[in-house]
């Protein structure tokens, strides 16, 4: 069974940090991309970074660039999302997600459509 579970959103305040982790079972973890998302209440889902096999390529949203960085630890089954320099309108849920390998993940855009298993999402809240 494919299992993505993600950890560590929590409340923090505006400029602090959050380490985001995406950790996945029940698939061959070195043929999948990884991609996070966010949705704020009331907005749209956004694409924020996705890393592809085996890490070379990464894409980070203009909306994050500078603050935010994904890493994976294949021999962990795990994505990380570092978030510096959080602001309020950074607060969402934060959901993981995968892709076929060569899929979802590209040089200028994430596709959330080529992404079929998603984890249940955790709440990232920035206080003012």
């Known amino acids: 069974q494919v299992q993505l579970e993600e950890s560590g959103g929590r409340l923090v305040q505006a400029g602090g940090s959050l380490r985001l982790s995406c950790t996945a079972s029940?698939?061959?973890?070195?043929?999948?991309?990884i991609g996070w998302f966010r949705q704020a209440p009331g907005k749209a889902r956004e694409g924020v970074s996705c890393?592809?096999?085996?890490?070379?390529?990464?894409y980070t949203a203009d909306s994050v660039k500078g603050r935010f960085t994904i890493s994976r630890d294949n021999a962990k089954n795990t994505v990380y999302l570092q978030m510096n320099s959080l602001q309020p309108e950074d607060t969402a849920v934060y959901y993981c997600?995968?892709?076929?390998?060569?899929?979802?993940?590209?040089?200028?855009?994430?596709?959330?459509?080529?992404?079929?298993?998603w984890g249940q999402g955790a709440q990232v809240t920035v206080s003012s």
């Open positions: 997600a995968r892709a076929d390998a060569g899929y979802g993940c590209y040089h200028d855009h994430q596709s959330a459509r080529d992404f079929d298993h």
């Open positions: 029940g698939f061959t973890w070195d043929l999948y991309t």
């Open positions: 890393i592809n096999i085996p890490g070379r390529r990464t």
